[in-house]
């Protein structure tokens, strides 16, 4: 497979924003990119309110980019709705909703 490149990874972005996320993420399309392990210690991150990474080591492996950027994508939304979390990683029960939301839309049927 030809590995994906920050400009797939940014328009499939803005196509999960349109479709399950009612393109409410303010988070630029320019903000999402691959970052290598220097940059991150992680499968992704977003860094509030500047970036949203996935880790470059995906790049040939799509159905992973796609399952890293929605986990990433709940963490934008929920941090543009006010919502920090309560634990370390911001992984409790409220972010769980949201990956059971996307769940239940179908973003992960042909993914899982």
Known sequence: ???????????????????????RLKLR?????FA???ELDDDGMYLVGDSLLVNEDFKTHET?????????MVHVDQNQG???GYTDDSHDLIFHAGIDR???AGAYETLL
């Open 36 to 38: 290598s392990w220097d």
């Open 1 to 23: 497979m030809k590995p994906k490149t920050n400009k797939w990874l940014q328009k499939t972005y803005e196509a999960l924003n349109n479709q399950f996320f009612d393109g």
């Open 102 to 104: 996307l769940y239940r």
């Open 29 to 33: 399309p320019s903000k999402v990119r």
């Open 82 to 84: 006010g919502y920090v």
């Open 64 to 72: 992973m980019c796609v399952i890293v950027l929605l986990h990433e």
